[in-house]
């Protein structure tokens, strides 16, 4: 059985893997988790979104954390905007612990960024956004 087209795809960016584990596992459950890719790290994340060739690869949603080694957050929103194919398509939600002012403006003057999101994010979220349902 194939996806579902009317679902939503979500790229998740986050180097905390026990909790992409945790949403992974409630996904898992209702029979969703294909619609969830996820990267521990936003260079093989940025990788990826470079990489695709297909339209049908290309995600709904990129779920981003901004404090990552490697490669945080902030600079994959820097070499996101000159992925043109993709800047106008994809909604990026940036999901992080961070509480701090300076980091919410700074990601929310670009476009592309949909919303800041504060951890843990709720156990139905990744559900909404793949079924299509308004979350915000």
């Given amino acids: 059985m194939g996806l579902n087209t009317n679902y ?4 998740f960016i986050d180097d905390d893997t026990e909790l992409v ?6 996904l898992e459950r209702k029979n969703l988790s294909d619609y969830l890719i996820h990267f521990e790290s936003a ?3 940025l990788e990826y979104l470079k990489g695709i060739k297909n339209k049908n690869e290309v ?3 990129i779920l981003l954390d901004l404090y990552m080694p490697e490669m945080d957050g902030f600079k994959f929103l820097e ?7 993709l800047k106008d398509t994809v909604e990026i ?5 961070s509480r701090e002012k300076e980091d919410r403006n700074k990601v929310m003057k670009y476009p592309f ?3 800041y999101l504060e951890k843990p994010l ?3 979220f990744l559900e909404l956004l793949i079924r299509d349902h308004n979350v915000l």
Avoid at 79 to 85: H, M, R, V
């Fill in 59 to 61: 995600p709904d949603y």
């Fill in 79 to 85: 070499y996101f905007k000159n992925i043109s194919k």
């Fill in 21 to 26: 584990n945790v949403y992974n596992s409630i």
């Fill in 113 to 115: 960024v949909s919303a």
């Fill in 122 to 124: 709720p156990s139905d």
């Fill in 8 to 11: 939503k795809k979500i790229i």
């Fill in 43 to 45: 260079r093989d994340g």
């Fill in 93 to 97: 939600y940036v999901c992080t612990s």
